[in-house]
């Protein structure tokens, strides 16, 4: 919170403001507050930069998100070209990315009945483990959906990626599946 502000507006607040999400009356309010407070116009500016950061983290491919059926119908219906895995637990794909693909989507499928907790382990051969914790999924779905832009798929080389979803129980963690990628790249 601002130090400098005796009422600092809440993050969750300032994240509506951001994305238009508070009734008109409650934006006016806000954006009152935000011409007279220069703590909580900084806090906001920090808000859009960490929110640039991922937005370009994502585009860039560095990263894989969780995303919804919803989504990726979305990405469809706008015009996104996908390539699409989906595999079974235990299963294996010889997979690649072409110049013509906008898109990876990973369809793992899983049992997440009795799910509280799912944490998303992934580890490139050779590199280090990366883990994705608390990710959301509801106990009746099939399938964890990820998706990941291409730049940095393209660049990649040979590679090998395993991936496992691990449920965490009270008494430790319970696998629910591993998926291995072989990457290769195209051939121009």
């Not at 585009?59 to 469809?76: I, K, L, M, S, Y």
């Not at 794909?93 to 110049?99: E, N, Q, Y």
């Amino acid at each position: 919170m601002s130090q400098d502000c005796p009422r600092p507006l809440e993050l969750a607040m300032l994240v509506d403001y951001w994305f238009e999400d508070a009734a008109p009356p409650e934006q006016e309010r806000v954006e009152e507050h935000l011409m007279e407070c220069e703590g909580c116009s900084a806090r906001l500016r920090a808000i859009v930069a960490l929110g640039e950061g991922v937005r370009r983290a994502v585009g860039d491919g560095a990263v894989q998100v969780v995303v919804t059926p919803a989504f990726v119908e979305t990405a469809v219906r706008e015009g996104l070209r996908t390539r699409e895995y989906r595999l079974p637990p235990g299963g294996r794909v010889a997979c690649t990315v072409t110049p013509e693909d906008d898109l990876l989507l990973t369809r793992l499928e899983a049992d997440f009945k009795g799910v509280s907790r799912l944490d998303v382990v992934s580890n490139w051969e050779g590199g280090l483990e990366q883990r994705l914790e608390d990710v959301p999924v509801s106990p009746d779905a099939r399938e964890l959906i990820m998706a990941q832009a291409m730049p940095a798929l393209r660049a990649l080389g040979h590679a090998v990626l395993r991936v496992r979803l691990v449920a965490q129980e009270e008494r430790g963690e319970r696998l629910l599946g591993e998926y291995t990628f072989t990457h290769s790249p195209t051939r121009g």
